[in-house]
């Protein structure tokens, strides 16, 4: 008897919604308020006004994004809804119809024609909105958008990018302030892809060749806990 091993496979593409909005938050934070210090720290500026304008620059950054990213991800939610009650109407008006468009699509993917059939019908039976909505739509619960998530992800992210360079104000002399914040936010950016990377499932500390540095799961890398 062949031994059956089990196993739980571990995918990162539900993360995809949150995390492109918290590397675009942190990525903007680093970048934003560093140039806000440097400027107002060449202006001849006294020492006490770089940190309150990193500190201002911060938090109207953080509500800056995250506004933004309410809007923007809104705006594909919106758009998602609108081809769902079109979808839903389809469904109601000519369900004939749409079980053919269905099993046509499971065709050009390489089933053959019966089995489509079969497994149009089925899904059909089972949820027709879902099944369009997945197969024809493009649209699955793992990547439909969510605008609160995605605001709260990048203001978040984006206030601890923006406190990285207001760490080093803190800890830098006055006459080096310019020059340690330009160096420590290119590090930080840096440390910010890294961690991006990892978070969305490169492999980076497991790379084995130099084109193995961000091999990902899609590459045949899949994260496997037997």
């Not at 950054?61 to 990213?69: C, D, L, Q, Y």
């Not at 809007?71 to 079980?99: C, F, G, H, I």
Request: charged content about 20%.
């Amino acid at each position: 008897m062949s031994r059956i091993h089990k196993h739980r496979e571990k995918h990162f593409v539900g993360r995809i919604g949150w995390l492109r909005a918290a590397v675009l938050g942190a990525n903007d934070g680093i970048i934003s308020t560093a140039s806000l210090i440097v400027g107002v720290a060449a202006a001849a500026a006294t020492q006490s006004d770089v940190p309150i304008a990193g500190v201002a620059g911060l938090v109207a950054g953080a509500m800056s994004m995250a506004a933004g990213e309410y809007v923007s991800v809104s705006s594909q939610s919106d758009t998602e809804q609108v081809d769902l009650a079109r979808e839903r109407m389809e469904l109601s008006e000519n369900p004939a119809y749409e079980l053919n468009e269905l099993a046509e699509i499971y065709v050009k993917r390489g089933v053959d024609r019966v089995l489509a059939r079969q497994v149009a019908q089925q899904l059909t039976v089972k949820n027709a909105l879902t099944a369009h909505a997945r197969d024809e739509l493009g649209i699955s619960k793992i990547t439909t958008a969510r605008p609160v998530q995605a605001a709260l992800a990048s203001a978040a992210t984006f206030s601890v990018g923006a406190a990285m360079p207001l760490l080093m104000v803190v800890v830098s002399p006055a006459n080096a302030l310019v020059p340690i914040v330009s160096a420590a936010s290119l590090g930080f950016l840096a440390l910010l892809g890294a961690i991006g990377a990892w978070t969305g499932g490169a492999s980076i500390l497991r790379a084995t060749g130099p084109r193995d540095v961000l091999r990902r799961p899609g590459d045949g890398a899949h994260c496997r806990d037997r």
